[in-house]
């Protein structure tokens, strides 16, 4: 090898050094936080059964009392620190979220909750519905999460749900809709 072939390897060998570098220290967490904008996927569970199907729009009479349940399909694993689900539309005809009822599971901590009586549960004064609980959310596994609704006027209604991470905020990646007639 020549000295010329020699000065060009030590370059290229540096180069490479100095991107993984780069990578490692910068790359890195600049890609998790912008996958972390949009960390999962929700869906609408229809039924009870375990191979129910899903949807991302459903429908609920006025005027009424009943029970959503949604599921969260994460896309990469995060640690969830806060739940927060709200109604979108006016303030006075838009649906209410009074309390979490959690029909997935039969017995134990998650199977009811709401702001009264629940540590951890309270409304904001858009009345979104936060839950603290820290949880891991793992990629490629469905968790569920249940609604009490009580529905005023009918309209079309988007539901949001976010996520409070150690990596900042991230939200649904597709939108839900509650259709009330």
């Known amino acids: 090898m020549t000295s010329g072939q020699v000065a060009t390897l030590q370059i290229g060998l540096s180069l490479l050094v100095l991107l993984v570098l780069l990578w490692v220290n910068f790359g890195r967490n600049r890609l998790r ?15 009870a059964d375990a191979d129910a199907p899903t949807a991302t729009e459903i429908s609920v009479p006025a005027h009424s009392t009943e029970q959503i349940d949604i599921r969260i399909a994460p896309k990469l694993h995060f ?15 838009r649906p209410r979220l009074v309390a979490m009822n959690n029909p997935f599971v039969k017995r134990g901590k998650g199977t009811k909750g709401s702001p009264e009586d ?3 549960h309270y409304t904001d004064y858009n009345d979104n519905y936060h ?6 959310r793992t990629r490629g596994n469905k968790y569920a999460l249940g609604f009490i609704v009580e529905t005023r006027d009918p309209g079309a209604y988007p539901l949001t749900v976010k996520a409070m991470t150690d990596d900042g905020e991230g939200k649904a990646a597709n939108q839900l809709i509650v259709r009330v007639k």
């Open 79 to 93: 640690v969830q620190n806060e739940i927060i689900v709200g109604i979108g539309g006016d303030v006075e005809s």
């Open 118 to 120: 629940t540590g951890g």
């Open 33 to 47: 936080h912008y996958r972390m904008r949009r960390p999962f996927d929700v869906y609408f569970k229809l039924g």
């Open 131 to 136: 839950i603290q609980e820290r949880v891991d």
